[in-house]
């Protein structure tokens, strides 16, 4: 199923989809949530968070910009990394980071 899905998508030339973040403690009480949405285009996406964040790569480098502080912070980005990324959410993740036990 999941091969399916990533084929599809991967078949798109661009994917625009809408989150929503619930951040839960350790016993799992709702701490906060915030939404947002998510565009890919190839290696290149845009992260829009709602409250005042938006994250944009081009797949070499990843701009994080806090409406708040007015601040934007640009770091590196590193394919190699074991984290889910926005490029990879949908696609290229399960192969080795989603186990089924």
Known sequence: MLDGLSAKLKSFKAVQSSFTLKVEDSKGKLQGSKTGTIYLKGSRYHVSVAGGQDIFSDGKDIWTYDKGSNEVT????????????????????????????
């Not at 770091?75 to 192969?95: E, G, L, W």
């Open 74 to 101: 640009i770091t590196k980005a590193d394919p190699t990394t074991q984290t889910i990324s926005p490029d990879k959410i949908f696609t290229n993740f399960y192969d080795k980071d989603f186990c089924i036990s």
